[in-house]
């Protein structure tokens, strides 16, 4: 027995020295990459570089926020930041040794509004002289739309290109539910409130088409719009091309105007090296994102004057909050920490969420409200703010957002799962024994009771019609017109506008002029918020594959789809109303 615990003691004491010395290796490992990142300030480049993007990699809002010790690692380019992108790109636009971008855009991974973000920084670059190449193995269409602003697009000569329109594709779960007894309660206001409707039915209804319709027409005209301007065709050839042409021939993508030429990547280098004047057998200068961006000073000590930007990414829950869910925890926290600063003159909110928890979505409006005794507020919707997301951002002084992003879905439902039909199926029975009438409330078990669930409606009816007053106070709209455009109908950024859901059409870095412009100030530094704390588990979660982050349910379940976003919200909430987006839209 002595000898078991001093061999366990030992194996212990051992294990707990090697984690602090890990941890204290990479913390101390983090302040000298800090260090060295810093250092790099007086970088220069050759005289005749490019800056090389390579977007097929994840594009997110904001990169996490443990990232020195991944970019001294060489890690960094494994995610790419929206706002490092658009930084990168003005930083290139002013440096004289930068002459071009070299481009390439595949597939990019990035959602509508956060490609526009960036085609119009590299249309704004090349304004200034400087010229795009673009080049591509192939081309999805999302890939193409970006890769047309450059001045020359190349296809590898075996590839492909994509350009179909757009569509959206909803799952329906009636006949599943019906046949092996699992089901989702559903209760609901609304007739657009669609995220339920495919538990209640199994076909897509009238309503939900055509606010899936309107959208999709929507952003196609943005894109379309777009291409045609870049590739100096009309709108209708784009239509017909989309409509008619097969691309799986590459010479057809340039006999259409759509690709200058076919030809290998090493011949495209060669025609970059043309460009700049240098010789075909020296090294083509190519700068990426982090080392044109270490050229910039990104905090300026001697300016006191600060714009604090708030990241709010992800569904709704009610808890602390992390980099990819909002919560009232570090959030709430976050906006007060705010209003006390007075060195923050305004703060802009980047709401990037399809919703979820009501009362979060409550919390954060109040704060928000409360924030605005103080400072302006902009909110800046990314891909998406609908329901929850744009109940938050309905009370700020001025909101943008890009004509492709999804907003409103003003409206409110509940969902409750229930096994009854399939426990009945396999012989199990749910027996309650009780003090009073309702005292057993919700059972996923049994069938719900009357009362509980005319208590659940109240709360839906008296959460819609506060959300409604938020609008109404928030937009300045009259209650007939809220009305009118709220029960859980989605829009687009351009349809919002029209409407009066959102002020302007902008992207983050509008927002951010446009606060300073608010607040009267020429020279300011931006910080990022929420600032979590960088521990050793993040710094783990940082560096290691993603699948190891997730849950077996997300691993086995493709992301797009809605059972997966059931799961997330039910598996930890103890509120059965969601103010969240209307349906899972992904757009191919």
């Known amino acids: 027995m002595n000898f078991l615990r001093t061999f366990f003691a030992t194996v212990l004491g051992t294990l707990t020295a090697i984690s ?28 005749k570089s490019v800056l090389n993007l390579n977007f097929n990699l994840p594009i997110v809002e904001r990169k996490p926020t443990f990232s020195e010790i991944q970019n001294f690692l060489g890690l960094d380019e494994d995610i790419i930041g929206l706002p490092n992108i658009i930084s990168a790109i003005k930083t290139a636009e002013e440096n004289p040794d930068i002459k071009g971008i070299r481009l390439r855009s595949d597939y990019i991974d990035a959602g509508w509004p956060q490609t526009h973000s960036i085609r119009k920084a590299l249309n704004k670059f090349k304004k200034t002289g400087k010229f795009i190449y673009a080049y591509g193995d192939f081309f999805t269409q999302k890939g193409y739309y970006l890769s047309s602003v450059a001045d020359s697009i190349f296809l590898n000569p075996v590839g492909d290109l994509e350009l179909k329109g757009l569509a959206s594709e909803v799952l329906y779960y009636s006949d599943f539910q019906d046949q092996y007894g699992f089901k989702m309660e559903v209760i609901r206001h609304g007739k657009y409130k669609s995220a339920v409707e495919p538990f209640l039915q199994n076909k897509m209804s009238n309503e939900n088409k055509t606010q899936i319709s309107s959208l999709l027409n929507d952003v196609w005209s943005v894109i379309k719009g777009e291409i045609s ?120 909110i980047r709401v990037n969420s399809p919703g979820g928890s009501a009362l979060t979505s409550e919390l954060l409006w109040r704060s928000i409200e409360k924030l605005k005794k103080s400072k302006p507020v902009i909110v ?45 199926n396999i012989g199990i029975n749910a027996q309650t024994v009780q003090t009073h009438p309702n005292s057993l409330g919700y059972s996923p078990y049994q069938n719900i009771n009357n009362e509980f669930k005319k208590r659940i409606k109240t709360g839906i009816e008296n959460t819609y019609e506060t959300f409604k007053n938020r609008v109404i106070k928030g937009r300045s709209l009259k209650p007939e017109v809220v009305e009118k455009i709220s029960q859980g109908r989605v829009w687009s950024g351009k349809q919002a506008h029209k409407l009066g859901l959102i002020d302007s059409l902008g992207d983050l870095q509008e927002a951010i002029n446009f606060a300073a412009k608010k607040v009267s100030i020429d020279e300011y530094n931006v910080i990022e918020y929420p600032q979590f704390e960088e521990s050793l588990e993040k710094i783990f979660m940082g560096i290691t594959p993603e699948i190891l982050n997730k849950s077996p349910l997300e691993i086995l379940i493709p992301k797009e789809n809605f059972l997966k976003n059931e799961f997330k919200i039910n598996r930890s909430q103890k509120s059965f109303l969601y103010t969240m987006l209307p349906f899972e839209l992904i757009i191919k």
């Open 380 to 424: 800046s919707i990314g891909n998406i703010a609908a329901s929850g997301g744009y109940y938050i951002a309905s009370g700020a002084d001025y909101i943008f957002a890009d004509p492709m992003s999804i907003t409103g879905s003003i409206g409110v439902f509940a969902t409750l799962p229930n096994a009854k039909g399939f426990l009945d």
């Open 229 to 348: 301007i870049s590739r100096s065709l009309k709108e209708n050839t784009i239509d017909k091309l989309a409509s008619n042409s097969n691309f799986s021939n590459p010479q057809s993508a340039v006999n259409a105007r759509l690709i200058d030429g076919l030809i290998y990547e090493d011949v495209f280098d060669e025609k970059i090296k043309t460009r700049l004047g240098i010789e075909l057998k020296d090294k083509l200068g190519k700068v990426n994102i982090s080392q044109i961006n270490s050229t910039s000073l990104k905090y300026n000590s001697q300016i006191k004057d600060r714009i604090g930007v708030v990241f709010a990414e992800g569904p709704i829950l009610y808890g602390e909050g992390t980099e990819d869910i909002i919560a009232q925890g570090v959030f709430v926290e976050t906006i007060d920490d705010l209003a006390k600063d007075d060195w923050i003159k305004a703060v802009v």
């Open 20 to 47: 602090l010395i890990i941890i204290f290796g990479l913390l101390t490992l983090s302040g000298i990459a800090s260090i060295f990142n810093s250092s790099t300030l007086s970088k220069t480049f050759s005289s």
